[in-house]
């Protein structure tokens, strides 16, 4: 129940908020993926996977979206169940589903022929995302897993 509230507060805070401002370089940190990797620290693969997926079906078909049905069901099915797995730590788990999720969101994307999938997206605005989202995971998963206690220990 906590972890559904806290993606749809985010998945709020990003299409209202984070969207919306203009940062240096064109990107804007994913609040949404880090709130699924949050909550799937703290409860594990199978609910990460789950709350990825609805999650997922959420960011595909609020607007403006641009893209198939599913395309990030699929990318954040799988980044909830990667980091309820644990990659040897919270610190390694969230990096790892960081650099992951955009670059497989972009290869599902090309898969299916998204015309906004180009040599320069992936060179200019997925490492810009991917540091915004790094430098903001820090207080976005404290906010998702505090008062909860993770799996593992640090």
């Known amino acids: 129940m906590i972890g559904g509230v806290s993606v749809v507060l985010a ?3 990003q299409v209202m908020l984070v ?3 203009s940062l240096p370089a064109g990107g804007a940190p994913d609040l949404v993926l880090l709130a699924v990797i949050g909550a799937s620290l703290v409860r594990g693969p199978s ?6 997926f609805c999650t997922g079906l959420l960011v595909d078909v609020m607007p ?3 893209h198939l049905v599913g395309q990030y069901a699929f990318v954040l099915a799988l ?3 990667v ?3 644990g990659a040897g730590g919270p610190v390694t788990t969230v990096v790892l589903c960081v650099l992951m999720a955009p670059l ?3 290869a599902v994307g090309g898969l299916i022929g998204d015309p906004r999938v180009t040599l320069s997206t992936l060179t200019e605005q997925v490492p810009v995302t991917i540091v915004y989202t790094l ?3 820090p207080i976005v998963i404290w906010l998702t897993t505090r008062g909860r206690q993770a799996r593992f220990s640090t």
């Open 104 to 106: 497989l969101a972009a």
């Open 11 to 13: 998945l709020l805070a």
């Open 79 to 81: 980044a909830g169940y």
């Open 19 to 21: 969207n919306r401002v």
């Open 64 to 66: 403006p979206s641009a």
């Open 83 to 85: 980091a309820g797995r």
């Open 47 to 52: 609910s990460g996977a789950v709350l990825g």
């Open 135 to 137: 430098l903001v995971s």
